[in-house]
């Protein structure tokens, strides 16, 4: 009966007009109708739920039950119906997609005024990038934020920002370090599939280092973990414990003092943080909106 909600909004209009008669005019049905439909209620449910007196309709104790309940879902249905005529006048909810340290770091700053500009509310999905391009190609979002360059067709790619990683630590270390200092840390490392593993591994290599040659304390699998791991870490420890990390994660850190960064000696570790949204959107005005806006903070 739940499936077939016509027989409770007859139910409900009943009551409101505590007629069968004027309940059948307003609804614009015969009143035999209106009759056999509550008949049919007190059929399934097994059980009366009105009582026809001469000064109206009074509702039985099963009656008033389910009175309540016809109208929570009466409720929930007009709800559901607003969701729905947001979604026909393209009000719908906007969708971002972004990697870890964009995600967690850079884009909550900008998702206020993201969503004052596209008039819409404005949701956020963070994961890695080759997910956020599945989900973009998968249509589940509208436009993604990615730290390493998942290339596919179909998908429009707008360089943004250059990120820049650096070594921390929650001890003050050398400005410039060799290879051999690095040798001298306890490390926190990215796990090996994350695309800032694969960079720093890269330039290690033309260093003269590998990360297998370091005293590796821990693997980790976000930014997030790295960071706190490093901030709680013993400060007084003999071996500075370090980790690589984009310096927009850490940006407040080292402002406030209670990080410590390094950057190794004639090596910059750089990449591009890249804007991508589907081909199909290249003219939609909400997608142009985001992305413009996006494109005109240079300095992030």
Not at 23 to 52: C, H, M, N, W
Not at 113 to 121: C, G, L, M, P
Not at 129 to 155: H, M, R, T
């Amino acid at each position: 009966m739940l499936r077939d909600f016509a027989k409770l909004q007859t139910f409900l209009m009943v009551i409101k007009e505590k007629s069968f008669s004027k309940a059948s005019a307003k609804l614009g049905i015969s009143q035999p109708a209106v009759t056999q439909q509550i008949k049919f209620i007190e059929d399934y449910l097994d059980t009366k739920i009105v009582d026809r007196k001469k000064n109206g309709i009074i509702l039985t104790k099963e009656g008033e039950d389910l009175y309540r309940i016809a109208q929570r879902l009466e409720k929930a249905i007009q709800n559901s119906e607003k969701d729905l005529l947001k979604i026909i006048n393209k009000e719908f909810t906007f969708v971002m997609g972004a990697s870890f340290a964009i995600g967690n770091y850079i884009l909550p700053n900008y998702l206020g005024e993201i969503k004052k500009r596209i008039d819409n509310e404005v949701f956020m999905n963070v994961d890695l990038s080759c997910n956020i391009i599945e989900q973009l190609e998968d249509k589940k979002i509208d436009v993604a934020l990615i730290e390493s360059p998942v290339f596919k067709d179909g998908i429009i790619y707008r360089e943004w920002v250059e990120d820049e990683l650096v070594v921390f630590s929650n001890q003050p270390i050398k400005k410039h370090l060799s290879a051999d200092d690095l040798l001298e840390f306890d490390w926190i490392c990215r796990n090996e599939e994350s695309h800032t593993r694969r960079l720093t591994s890269e330039v290690f290599e033309e260093m003269g280092v590998q990360c297998n040659n370091f005293n590796v304390l821990g693997v980790l699998g976000s930014p997030t973990a790295i960071k706190e791991t490093i901030m709680n870490a013993d400060k007084n420890a003999e071996r500075p414990i370090v980790s690589i990390m984009s310096r927009h994660v850490i940006k407040n850190e080292l402002e406030k003092g209670t990080l410590f960064e390094g950057r190794l000696k004639n090596h910059k570790i750089t990449r591009e943080f890249y804007i991508a949204y589907s081909k199909e959107r290249k003219h939609d005005a909400f997608v142009d909106n985001v992305v413009n806006y996006l494109l005109s903070l240079h300095r992030v």
